[in-house]
Each structure stands twice: as C-alpha cells, then as structure tokens.
C-alpha cells in the first residue's frame, strides 16, 4: 500500500460546554501535496453527506484486499477503459470510489 502519514488531534472540550470543539484525523500521502482531514469542527456539513468522494490509488486490487482485511465492507473491482473501482462508505456514512487509473502505455 502507498506509504502515508498520520497524525491526529486530541479532543478540546469548549469552555463549560462539554461540547468538543476541535478533533481530527489527517492523513498525508508521503508523495503527494494532497491530505484527508476529518473530524470534529472541521465544517458545518452533517455527518454522512459526501458522496462520490475519491481517492486515487496506484493498486486497487492490493487497496481493497486490505479493506476486506479490516473488515470493510467494499464492493468488487468494476473494471472500465478509463480505470479499476471499488467502492465502500465510512463508519459516517458518506461514500468513497477507490480509481486506479489505467496503465499508458
């Protein structure tokens, strides 16, 4: 699998709310200028909205055999001229499209 970097926010409590007010998970592709951030008080969307989010990825057979092997739920390989999908949903309940794009030869 592409190598990545994690890091990760704890929790702050609001002032005498008890709400959280700031937590997040960012990962960072070591190659890449791109990132995905999620969490608490990144945005005002409510959780489960995104749909069609994708992520490129250089090998979506060994992607998705990692998945499964995590226990996610994720759709077969749908195999097209302009590239490999599989397609699953987070724990939020918006959906992901895995691409790995065709060889050019």
Request: hydrophobic share 40%.
């Amino acid at each position: 699998m592409t190598e990545y970097e994690s890091q990760a926010t704890t929790p702050n409590k609001t002032a005498n709310s008890g709400r959280i007010a700031a937590s997040r998970v960012e990962w960072h592709l070591v190659a890449s200028a791109c990132s995905i951030v999620i969490g608490v008080g990144i945005t005002t969307m409510q959780p489960g909205s995104l749909e069609g989010l994708l992520m490129v990825v250089p090998d979506v057979k060994a992607v998705r055999e990692e998945l499964v092997n995590r226990g996610v739920d994720i759709s077969e390989i749908d195999v097209q001229v302009w590239g490999s999908f599989a397609y699953f949903g987070d724990p939020d309940g918006n959906r992901w499209s895995l691409q790995q794009l065709p060889s050019r030869t």
